[in-house]
């Protein structure tokens, strides 16, 4: 293996290791392109029977503002004025904004696979963005199950589910973490007849 190649692994490995959720982020905006770029590198992730069955919309901050409005609102219902405050509050200082969704399809085992190819892009995405200096944040939750949310996007609510909203950008912070060593999560299996 030459050096050029165990240089461009050993930076896959160092990616996979030091990418991590960011929960906290500057005000920059990342740009564009590198973004474009993204979700270039995105649609490359392993897909069954080749369905790419993902699409990205990058929102802008007007609509980011509306969505984090709406989900003020629905954590209102269910938590109250101060926790819809705090949320609102820590919504609208997110920098970047995107959401993928995922075509939904009447087959289980087909749309788990869908759902499996997705998160896979969604991870070239954020190891891209890590290489870059950026970092996202994956969210979930009843605002993206919420019809006004598909409406704010422009999505089919009959036609797709919402994988994630992602917040973007460049990290305040950049979290710990640890893992499980490999011997707690890795079974060597020995057929008896060998």
């Known amino acids: 293996m030459s050096d050029l190649d165990a240089h461009g692994f050993e930076g896959v490995a160092r990616a996979l290791r030091e990418r ?18 993204a979700v270039e590198l995105a649609r490359w992730a392993p897909n069954h029977h080749r369905t790419e069955p993902w699409h990205f919309y990058l929102l802008d901050h007007a609509t980011g503002l509306q969505i984090a409005a709406l989900n003020a609102d629905i954590v209102r219902e269910n938590k109250g004025d101060k926790v819809a405050a705090i949320k609102l509050k820590r919504w609208t200082q997110m920098p970047g904004w995107m959401v993928v969704s995922c075509n939904t399809d009447d087959d289980e085992i087909r749309c ?73 999560i890795l079974t060597h299996v020995v057929s008896a007849t060998t």
């Open 112 to 184: 788990r696979e869908d759902y499996a190819a997705c998160c896979c892009a969604v991870h070239n995405m954020a190891l891209y963005l890590w290489e870059q200096g950026i970092g996202m944040k994956w969210t979930t939750g009843k605002v993206t199950r919420d019809r006004r949310f598909f409406d704010l996007v422009g999505m089919d609510y009959d036609k797709v589910y919402v994988v994630g909203l992602f917040w973007y950008g460049y990290p305040a912070s950049i979290p710990t973490q640890h893992r499980k060593p490999v011997a707690e």
């Open 20 to 37: 991590r959720t960011v929960h906290d982020f500057g005000q920059a905006l990342p740009p564009s392109d590198i973004i474009s770029r």
